[in-house]
Structures are given as C-alpha cells and as structure tokens.
Nanobody, 125 residues
C-alpha cells in the first residue's frame, strides 16, 4: 500500500489544521493506521491511531482533547484534525499503516511497514 500525506502548513498558535493520508494499492480499512510526528532532534512519536479492527481510536496524552483521528473508508483516507495547536506541535507529521500490527504495538513506529512521505506542520507563537 502507498500512503500520501498532505495538509501541513504554517499556522498560528491556537489555530487548526487537518491532515489527510490517502492510501492506494490496498484496502485501508483492513490496516492499523497511525499518525506520528518527529521534531528536529527528537524521536518519532505516536500521536493517534486506529487498530486493525478500526473500532477504537487512540491518542497520545499530549494531543488528547485537541486532535481527532477519523477515516473515510469510501475514499481510503484517514484524517487528523488538529485544533488548539501549540508551538510544541511543530514537527513533520507522518501517517503509517500495517496489516499485521497488534494493539499493544500500535504506538511503536518501528512496527509499521508502510509510511507516507511526511508533511510539515509549523505552529508560530
């Protein structure tokens, strides 16, 4: 499966952005999907994700209540709505997918086989 992430940009603190991750070459609804981000000099971190069953969404504590992950299976696309953005949210955001990942590994970026190219989000203070 190929992933294409988009929607990043420059926004002021308190603003919103919506990221999209479009999949091709596979049935997205059968994959676990995660959004990750990586700031300069930092390790890639889990932000939000769906398990393979897709029944529940999971969030990092740092974004809970501000970010929402959703999916449109008809369009084979997963979204990340980001509200109340803070300067510390500045990073390159990646979407990832995997057809075999188990729930306990959902937050582990090393378990994902497929990655989008990343989209830069910059939040100014």
């Amino acid at each position: 499966v190929q992933l294409q992430a988009s929607g990043g940009g420059l926004v002021q603190a308190g603003g919103s952005l919506r990221l999209s991750c479009a999949a091709s070459g596979g049935t997205f609804s059968r994959y676990a999907v995660g959004w990750f981000r990586q700031a300069p000099g930092k390790e890639r971190e889990f932000i939000a994700g769906f398990s393979r069953t897709g029944g529940y969404s999971y969030y990092a504590d740092s974004v809970k209540g501000r970010f929402t992950i959703s999916r449109d299976n008809a369009k084979n696309t997963v979204f990340l709505q980001m509200n109340s953005l803070k300067p510390e949210d500045t990073a390159v955001y990646y979407c990832a997918a995997d057809s075999r990942i188990i729930l306990s590994s959902l937050r582990d970026y090393q378990q994902y086989d497929y990655w989008g190219q990343g989209t830069l989000v910059t939040v100014s203070s």
